[in-house]
């Protein structure tokens, strides 16, 4: 296998922390979002859809998201489970993933791609062009301050996002809520529940993958 | 279980659909967007983000997010697998699932939710009111056209998204492609392939669930 990744962005390092909490060693490339590296001709020869993270199962065979990264080695690497072992638990993990995509992830994309000037004309991944819309990035920091505060909630009495124990809706929260940071919003103590839960994570070597 | 439907928005449907193709016979009760039932304190006790579908799977206990209640009945009632049989398929119909959400589903959400005058302050679903704005309509229109050209390019030579079966990612795909009918968005003969699984995927009895 060969792993596409990026060391800067939120995306591919979902992936990297899914790799590493299942103790795999993957060959990996790095592609320099930061040079323009996504959108050679040889990496849309990877994907054509010009974005990180994505995997190569075999030659020429090439998973994008991060959903069908996860999804195939999940099936192929059980343990430990990233996705849930009961049913519920599995709901539960994909439901969260699912909330932190849409309400955190999308956020910070939002709030960074439609201000940063070094950003101009990318207020998208991928091959497309797309202008800045500046009323987008303010109600991207108003979404993540409604995330955070709903993370921070859900997460009163708990040691994990989904089930009983660490799993694909930790990998997700944590590099969306830290990701945050390039939009200068950072976990505090305003946030009990949700700093407690953070720099668990944050602790782990995945992590630092 | 209990399932909180809405007959006229698409992400129920994908729900809908899903739990039709695995032959389930579910107790559902509508919640109408249109009458705005979704946002009454009733239903904000089942789901807080007011967003549907849900699944209520036991008393108190709700998954939310189509994911969650995929992974959740696929785990449960695994045949006929909607979500891949192998590793590889799984992780290609997650991918393709992905894909679809990100660049048609949330691309036909910015084109309609940012232009009808019906929809005013509600630009983004969920509790919080958010106002339109008319640039993110026009970037939706251009990304489905994008995704529909993406999408008939893949079709060719094949009868499925993902795999070599029908799946949660013909769902996807096809729930939202005939949501973009409200942006007046229709598949026609310049889209030959997509056309064609198109009205395959229509004839299934679950597309009239």
Redesign the interface.
Known sequence: MIFYDCATAPSPRRARMFIAEKGLRVESREISIAKGEQLTPEFRAVNP?AMLPALE?APG?V??????????????FPEPPL??R???E??????????AET?CG?AVAEALRNANPHMKDR??PGP?N??Q?P??AA?GL??ID?FFDKLDRHLAGRDFVAGDGFSMADITCFVFVDFARVVKRRVGPAHGDLLRWYESVKARPSAQA
Chains 1, 2 share one sequence.
């Open positions: 859809d199962i065979q998973l994008t998201e991060n959903l069908g990264i996860a999804a195939y080695l999940e099936a192929r996705m849930g009961s049913a519920e599995k709901g539960a993990v994909m439901m969260w993933n699912a909330i309400q999308l207020a998208l497309e797309f202008p819309i009323e987008l109600r108003r979404r409604l």
